[in-house]
């Protein structure tokens, strides 16, 4: 019997008790009314707990953002930063009390299938994902560029990008047109990593970041992670950026392979904690600082490096700003902490200044990296020291040839003398390199064995005109007649 029913028997009894009856079936009455009554208060009480399940679920749902993702097994709920944070059952209990209790969390579930909440697979992308796919980055807000072409921004926005460029207008426009690009066409995975260095600082790499571009693309979409946490273990801080910063790399303590691996990758697995992995786009501009002298990054003067634009940068932003005011640089600091770091941060200015890169550029879809004077130089002052030591011989002195184990000894020789506690190649990797390095170069030596004082030996030979007999003394006589005094006289030549 239903609540309604229960209730009308209730009240037909009770209407009998009015009547002239005997004891017997007054009690038998009274004993049926009461049995019901409490029949009608479980019922109520059913009820109540129905209506108080329902109201925490809806709750849950109407005042947080939640959904499941099967792929991933288990619940992503964002945080008031607009960060989506994995929750496994146990956690997201803990978080909503409501849901400890078992018959309130299968109506979650079921409230969870009815708003469409749940997703087979999880994702960050720029681009529209398929109904079945949970993406991270489907609401973002961005500054639009200002309405007149004429209302032009402060001139502090060209004096920092001229500061970023080291002065030199191919760089800062090319700074210009990397960030307007990642504006136009977020979704591009291919833009150049900008690649800032120089051993001054205070250039005004960091106010760029966090003025200029957090104010653009908002600061959920603007990440400033460690080297470590980008090729580290637990990515997860890669999730939905447009901007990656990395600021103070130096180039020796970089995982090279693992960040050539990232850039120019249209996907990415992401590993964090309380969720199984997934692939997320590829969504950010990678931009590496440092103010070390050798870069942040190691570059090889292959194919590998048209993922760097690289940016030499020495003249603090406060020079260029005393410059352009005709004030001294002291004032010009002051006049940047109390006045145009905020410029740099209005909306309104900002918005005029997407549109002068609008007026300059138009549609830029894709910029190639900048390799201009700045990449040359600072390929020249990471070259390893076999490689410098192979330029001296090879190409600056022009020698015919060299035995392979004297030049191993030079080698092992300088690499003591300018590093004592860092380590060597083994001889069999020393001469691959050595072999690759005249391939790349396309200069006309090989392996040869010649005769050498009478026996036969394995040198480095060039191959035009050399006949490889005692006669050959070019070499010999220049450097190696004795052989003690081979590492003193081509460390004098690449001193």
């Not at 900008?194 to 760029?208: D, E, Q, R």
């Not at 992401?270 to 692939?279: R, T, V």
């Amino acid at each position: 019997m239903n609540k309604e029913q229960l209730v009308e028997e209730v009240e037909e009894l009770t209407a009998k008790l009015n009547e002239d009856l005997n004891k017997t079936e007054s009690n038998r009455i009274e004993g049926r009314i009461r049995k019901l009554t409490r029949a009608i208060a479980k019922i109520e009480d059913k009820e109540e707990r129905k209506t108080q399940i329902a109201t925490s679920v809806s709750t849950i749902l109407n005042n947080d953002e939640l959904v499941w993702v099967t792929s991933t097994q288990c619940w992503w709920i964002q945080m008031p930063d607009m960060r989506w944070v994995p929750q496994t059952d146990r956690s997201l209990k803990n978080t909503f009390t409501p849901l400890l209790d078992n018959d309130c969390f299968k109506n979650f579930h079921l409230e969870c299938d009815a708003k469409g909440v749940k997703y087979k697979d999880a994702t960050s992308s720029f681009t529209k994902q398929p109904a079945h796919v949970f993406n991270m980055l489907s609401d973002f807000k961005w500054i639009q560029m200002h309405d007149d072409p004429d209302d032009k921004p402060h001139v502090i926005f060209d004096l920092l990008l001229k500061s970023l460029g080291g002065g030199v207008q191919a760089n800062w426009e090319h700074i210009e047109k990397v960030i307007w690009s990642k504006y136009l066409h977020p979704e591009n995975y291919l833009l150049p990593c900008l690649t800032i260095y120089g051993a001054g600082g205070n250039v005004g790499k960091n106010l760029f970041v966090e003025a200029v571009l957090t104010e653009i693309f908002g600061r959920i979409q603007v990440g400033k992670p460690t080297m470590e946490q980008l090729t580290g273990t637990f990515n997860d801080i890669i999730i939905g950026k447009a901007i990656l910063f990395i600021d103070e790399t130096v180039e020796d303590k970089v995982n090279h392979e693992k960040l050539k691996s990232i850039l120019h990758t249209p996907t990415i697995d992401i590993n964090m904690k309380y969720a199984n992995p997934f692939k997320v786009d590829n969504t950010a501009l990678y931009i590496i600082a440092s103010n070390n002298t050798l870069g942040g990054v190691r570059l090889t003067g292959e194919k590998t490096d048209r993922r760097f634009s690289t940016i030499y940068a020495n003249t603090p932003l406060n020079e260029h700003i005393a410059e352009e005011m005709d004030i001294s640089d002291t004032e010009a600091t002051t006049w940047l902490i109390t006045e145009g770091q905020h410029i740099l941060r209005d909306h309104d200015e900002i918005s005029k200044w997407l549109r002068q890169l609008y007026e300059k550029y138009g549609d830029v879809t894709q910029v190639e990296a900048l390799h201009e004077g700045d990449h040359e130089h600072l390929l020249d002052l990471q070259k390893p020291l076999w490689e410098i030591l192979c330029e001296s011989l090879f190409i600056h002195d022009h020698v015919d040839y060299i035995k392979m184990g004297t030049l191993y000894e030079l080698y092992k020789h300088f690499q003591k003398e300018t590093n004592p506690r860092g380590g060597m190649f083994n001889n069999k990797t020393f001469f691959a390199k050595v072999d690759n390095w005249f391939k790349r170069s396309k200069l006309p030596y090989e392996r040869r064995s010649i005769r050498w004082g009478g026996n036969q030996v394995r040198t480095y030979g060039n191959m035009n005109g050399i006949t490889g007999d005692d006669n050959d003394r070019n070499f010999i006589e220049h450097i190696v007649v004795n052989e003690r005094d081979a590492v003193k006289v081509v460390y004098e030549m690449t001193e």
